[in-house]
């Protein structure tokens, strides 16, 4: 189920506390997003990082005029450290399937 972030505080380094819809809290850890190459190298700019917003009607943290984000199921359970829902986990059968 989506949790919509409703508040998130900067608290040092790349950590963020963030609160969800249900009430439940936790901070993040951004670090490891430094390494992920593509929008998130704009993370490296601590300044940029800090410069976050979030997106009400999407529920979900944004940076620099919305062109990076992070789904709210991920920062959910990263923030809880608990499991990502099962399908964002499941992987697609890629097999082809031929018959005659």
Do not use: C
């Not at 300044?47 to 919305?66: A, H, P, Q, S």
């Amino acid at each position: 189920m989506l949790k919509d972030v409703v508040s998130a505080v900067y608290k040092e380094g790349y950590q963020i506390e963030i609160t969800f819809e249900d009430g439940v809290s936790g901070i993040v850890d951004f670090a490891k997003y430094l390494h992920q190459g593509g929008v998130f190298e704009k993370f490296k700019g601590i300044e940029f990082f800090k410069n976050f917003t979030i997106n009400r009607e999407l529920g979900v943290l944004t940076w620099g005029d919305d062109e990076v984000d992070i789904a709210p199921e991920t920062l959910y359970a990263e923030a809880t450290n608990s499991p990502l829902p099962d399908w964002m986990t499941q992987q697609e059968d890629t097999s082809e399937k031929v018959s005659f």
